[in-house]
């Protein structure tokens, strides 16, 4: 444990916030990520209160939130995520498959049905990665929007990071004097510098993202390269210092984010949140104790070698990976390996949330539904 003068010294250890902003229960495939302070009420058109709509279509996830306004924070009504593996193959080719597009595509129609059943006002429906790296991508957006009617923009690297820190800046520590932020995708990882005094106004935080960069690798390229099945040391060591390589440039712009005062590190991602889980020992994966805990460098390194020492099946069996991410939890891991050793910390916090409630919480910026509020 930190000493006292430490900025640090009175972090959550092994646990996060109880009271940390709890969205509904979302349809996930194993391992279940749920919401479990959730918005009971039936779908009613009529509510008084219009909803947001985020949904972010990744190389491996597709992820929906719906939200009302709630102070200067939101309250998720309906959420849904499903793997779909929409880049499945990208690590080899250019193409999006027959088969990972109508997996996709079925993903969106429930998406589409829960739209229509809340009283959404704004939405923003954003694809990331994959369907920026694949020759078909934007075929692929027009099929979506003519069989089953959402219109997906596909966004750029710099605003993928920058939703992506809006949605987790929160949780950095208001006494960092530097904070580096990533969001290691299925098809890219985001990297950011947050400068100054990171902690609590999570809307302005990317007000003060001294750099940035978006790595062309994530867990299913990398996995897909490598292979997944059995990951020696070796392999593993491997595939960190590819990561490493593609990192280098942004860790010469941010190095000296690592010498501030109360410098920590600050993950979302599954792999971030499937670590956090396993250490907690967790018999079924809960996003209360996940979302906010903090971990130590040593704890993370103690997981990542019982993953590198573990079977494909006995990680499949692990509650808080699946089957679904078994063969992408030691792709993951590499990439968080080269970060950790870019920038050094003895802290790393985790973060269940991210591009999506960055999404939601630029949206009502904009609309300014936390300034009317205080007026009234």
Not at 215 to 244: C, K, N, Q, W
């Amino acid at each position: 444990m930190p000493d006292l003068s430490d900025p640090l010294a009175h972090a959550d250890w092994g646990r996060g916030p109880q009271g940390a902003r709890a969205p509904a229960e979302g349809v996930a495939q194993a391992p279940r990520r749920s919401y479990p302070h959730a918005v009971k009420s039936r779908p009613n058109p009529r509510r008084a209160s219009p909803a947001y709509a985020a949904l972010d279509l990744g190389t491996n996830n597709c992820r929906l939130l719906i939200a009302e306004p709630s102070y200067h924070e939101f309250r998720v009504v309906d959420a849904f995520s499903r793997i779909v593996r929409l880049g499945e193959g990208l690590g080899l080719g250019d193409t999006l498959g027959e088969e990972a597009i109508e997996r996709t595509v079925a993903a969106l129609k429930v998406c589409k049905s829960k739209i229509d059943s809340r009283n959404v006002l704004r939405s923003r429906l954003v694809a990331t990665e994959a369907c920026r790296h694949a020759s078909n991508g934007l075929a692929f957006i027009d099929r979506v929007r003519d069989e089953v009617g959402l219109d997906i923009e596909i966004v750029d690297r710099q605003t993928e990071a920058t939703l992506a820190v809006m949605g987790c800046a929160s949780l950095a520590h208001p006494k960092a004097g530097s904070v580096i932020i990533f969001d290691i995708g299925g098809g890219s990882t985001e990297v950011a510098w947050l400068d100054g005094q990171t902690g609590g106004d999570a809307i302005c935080a990317s007000e003060r993202i001294r750099a940035w960069d978006s790595l062309p690798v994530g867990v299913v390229t990398l996995a897909e390269r490598y292979g997944s099945a059995r990951v020696t040391h070796a392999i593993f060591e491997d595939m960190v210092a590819e990561v490493g390589g593609r990192l280098l440039p942004f860790a010469l712009k941010a190095g000296p984010a690592a010498a501030t005062p109360g410098f920590h590190l600050l993950g979302t991602s599954g792999t971030v949140t499937t670590i956090g889980g396993i250490h907690l020992g967790l018999e079924r994966y809960d996003r209360r104790r996940v979302d906010g805990m903090w971990m130590h460098g040593d704890d993370v390194e103690v997981v990542t070698d019982r993953l590198i020492e573990s079977s494909l099946q006995e990680r499949a069996s692990n509650p808080c990976i699946g089957r679904d991410r078994a063969d992408l939890v030691l792709a993951g891991c590499a990439i968080l390996e080269a970060i950790r050793r870019a920038f050094p910390s003895q802290y790393l916090r985790i973060a269940d949330r991210g591009l999506r409630e960055g999404i939601l919480m630029s949206m009502m910026r904009e609309d300014k539904v936390w300034s009317r509020r205080s007026r009234t």
